[in-house]
């Protein structure tokens, strides 16, 4: 027989449970619960008149029956299945970072799963081959992770039990995405693709050419603020490695650069590109605007990715450069071995808060005359008789639009930033 | 090709080496001259007038007060710190700006520093083969073959697909003995090597310091491990306020001092 420990003290009941979590920080003091009761009263009246405008007052049809020119803008509908065979290859990609990185990208992967699920079964008119394509998204997801082996980790024998866990050796073989060189091909290849399909190809049968103009709502915020982000990157890694190189020129240049574009508002970038550019071009380059306004954002971006990098980089300690000093390296395989790759890990935060805020700046391109989702907004219901008394509606379904996005990539960001252990050696 | 042998194909010693390493101290050459060295920090004199030569194959080690120009002295030799003043020659590479002497300096001297310095973002195996393929642009497979006989000889072989953060202390500096071993330096400098350890790893780090020792591998060790100094130093320098006060074996540094600064110190730490 053991004689057994006298059991732990409790905590008083004062400091734990509802009551003692109550207690301590809504009523702690005579301020405090003042404020607790304010605040919940004001509140509470905030919601119940929102809920009850929402559940009965709204009238939602607008958003239902206009909800392609919310996501897509004027895209021709022939070319609908086009677009959901790009979030077929999206969904594929999904699966592989899913496999390869399960912490941050599972919840990514479920939740697009989720949505494609939703807007396949949610009736309402759409055609029926949109429906199957959109659901066709949760197999393509499971067919990206399985065409990925176990994280790159596990191959050296350690945390082999870790995340995905081991597939059955048959699909082991089929892995194709089996290094990360592979999976930036891949990724590189469906951007390439997704591009072919939205804009199309002349002479290619089934993939008629679209016009930019056609573009619009969701679909241009997303597409504008990702390719500014992902077409930014080296650009603002150019600029940041010609801001800390020694040549004078290519140092003032680059500061220049950077601090102009840092110092003047998207929105007169956006004006300038369309209205003062032009000028000082030959008539025959007729840019488009959505070519126009795509560059403008990249290079907006690229000011502030060139801040962001240099920051990242300046964070590595000088032990690092050091140790590369000491084994012979030269300056510039220092920094594009040593300091770049560890300036990049510790700036993806900021890089996904950099496309949160640059996601929300694309609505400015209404402008210069283009029809993203802020755009659709006005048009459906300005110019409609029937919809004419529901901007309210339209403008709260924008907004949470806006809001669900930019706070699921920031939910993502965290996870990312846990992931990373960023501040970690 | 025996695995035995392994150990010590993984630092060539060429046959002329050999040669002069089977000779007595004394009759070996100076692979390092340093005379009338002096370094400041704006206004301030950290290394003032230091002159010592060391013999190929020696182990010098380097103590002294904090702040009296230990590191300064050492990160000279391979100019993480350019000397202002004064002549240093390292294995007949006269230290100079010229671009050519600096990269053969470099590949000469090897240094394993107090943070350990490992990169984060590669693994182990990354570590040591990244200076071998881009420097001496060893093919990918002759570098990982030669990482793993030096993870094997510093007793980690089993860590090479892990990352820096995935090891202990000791471990760590371990790789970074390898890491330093990879480049087939004739010299290596260590600065602080176990202070940032706690003290049930200190002892593996000494350990491959003092098998490094025996391969005939001239060393300057800034450390305060008296009982590693007393077994393997040929000599000790103590340092202070830049100045090199006292320079010889550790017989007569630990039994008869001959400055009383060098004294008062040991008096402080022993
Ligand atoms: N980069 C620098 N800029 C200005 N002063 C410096 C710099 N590096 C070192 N010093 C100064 O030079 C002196 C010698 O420094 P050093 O690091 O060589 O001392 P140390 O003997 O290694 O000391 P410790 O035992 O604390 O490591 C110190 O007073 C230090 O403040
Ligand atoms: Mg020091």
Redesign the pocket.
Same mark, same amino acid.
């Given at each position: 027989m053991t004689a057994r420990a006298a059991p732990a003290p409790l905590p008083p009941a004062t400091t734990v449970g509802l009551q003692g979590w109550l207690r301590q920080n809504l009523f702690g003091s005579w301020g405090n619960s003042v404020v607790t009761v304010v605040v919940a009263v004001v509140l509470a009246w905030f919601l119940v008149n929102l809920g009850s405008w929402v559940l009965v007052e709204a009238d939602w049809t607008v958003i239902i029956s206009r909800a392609p020119l919310y996501i897509v803008g004027l895209y021709p509908y022939e070319g609908y299945w086009r677009l959901c065979v790009c979030l077929l290859l999206i969904s594929v990609l999904l699966g592989m970072s899913w496999r390869a990185w399960p912490g941050p990208a599972r919840r990514f992967a479920f939740a697009f799963g989720a949505v494609m699920l939703f807007v396949g079964v949610f009736p309402h008119e759409m055609a029926p081959e949109h429906r199957a394509l959109l659901l066709l998204n949760l197999p393509f997801i499971g067919l990206g992770y399985v065409l990925t082996p176990r994280p790159a980790e596990a191959h050296s024998g350690r945390l082999e039990a870790m995340a995905g866990g081991a597939l059955p050796p048959a699909l082991e073989r089929v892995a194709i995405f089996s290094t990360p060189r592979r999976m930036v091909i891949a990724a590189f290849v469906a951007l390439v693709l997704i591009m072919i399909l939205i804009l199309g190809i002349a002479g290619v049968p089934g993939l008629d050419p679209v016009n930019p103009q056609d573009l619009g709502g969701l679909m241009i915020n997303l597409l504008l603020a990702f390719f500014g982000i992902v077409c930014s990157l080296p650009i603002g890694i150019g600029l940041a490695l010609g801001r800390r190189s020694s040549l004078p020129i290519l140092k003032v240049a680059c500061v220049i650069f950077i601090e102009v574009i840092r110092g003047v508002p998207l929105i007169t970038l956006l004006f300038m590109s369309r209205h003062i550019l032009p000028l000082t071009f030959p008539e025959e380059l007729n840019i488009d605007r959505v070519y126009l306004a795509g560059i403008t954002i990249t290079i907006f971006s690229s000011a502030y990715m060139a801040e962001n990098v240099r920051g990242g980089m300046a964070a590595v300690q000088t032990g690092q450069t050091e140790a590369a000093q000491a084994l012979g390296l030269r300056g510039w395989q220092t920094t594009l071995l040593i300091t770049l790759p560890q300036g990049l890990r510790n700036i993806i935060p900021a890089i996904v808060g950099q496309f949160i805020s640059l996601f929300k700046d694309t609505s400015l391109v209404y402008f210069i005359g283009m029809l993203d989702l802020v755009e659709m907004g006005r048009v459906s219901v300005q110019g409609n008789q029937e919809f004419i008394d529901n901007g309210r509606e339209v403008y709260l379904f924008i907004a949470l639009v806006f809001w669900v996005f930019c706070f699921s990539m920031s939910f993502i960001s965290r996870r990312i930033e846990g992931a990373l252990g960023v501040g970690r050696r | 090709m025996a695995e035995s042998n392994g150990v010590q194909a993984a630092v060539d010693i060429p046959a002329d080496k050999a040669e002069i390493l089977a000779r007595p101290l004394e009759e070996r050459d100076d692979i390092v001259v340093c005379e009338n060295v002096h370094k400041w %920090? /704006?206004d %301030?004199c950290? =290394?003032r007038d230091v002159s010592m030569r060391v013999k190929r194959g020696e182990v010098v080690v380097i103590f #002294?007060?904090? /702040?009296? /120009?230990?590191?300064?002295?050492i990160?000279m030799i391979n100019r993480l !710190?350019e000397h202002q003043q004064g002549r240093i020659v390292i294995d007949g590479i006269e230290m100079t700006n010229d671009v050519r002497n600096l990269d053969a300096i470099r590949r000469e001297v090897g240094m394993v520093f107090?943070q350990f310095n490992l990169f984060p973002h590669i693994t182990v195996l990354g570590n040591i083969t990244l200076a071998p393929q881009r420097v001496r642009h060893l093919p990918r497979s002759d570098a990982e073959a030669l990482a793993m006989r030096l993870l094997e000889r510093v007793g980690i072989p089993e860590q090479a697909q892990k990352y820096p953060a995935e090891l202990s202390g000791g471990q760590q500096q371990r790789v970074a003995i390898a890491r330093a071993l990879a480049m087939q330096p004739q010299i290596m400098l260590f600065? !602080?090597p176990t202070s940032a350890l706690d003290p049930e790893m200190i002892k593996e780090v000494l350990d491959a310091m003092r098998e490094l020792a025996a391969t005939g591998m001239t060393m300057l060790c =800034?450390t305060h491990e008296m009982g590693f100094a007393r077994e393997v130093a040929d000599r000790m320098a103590f340092?202070d306020e #830049?100045a090199l006060v006292e320079l010889g074996p550790p017989d007569q540094i630990f039994n008869n001092p001959q400055e009383d600064r060098t004294k008062l110190f040991l008096d402080q730490i022993l």
């Open positions: - | %920090f /704006g %301030f950290a =290394v #002294g007060p904090s /702040g009296s /120009g230990k590191s300064t002295f990160r !710190e107090q600065d !602080e =800034v340092f #830049g």
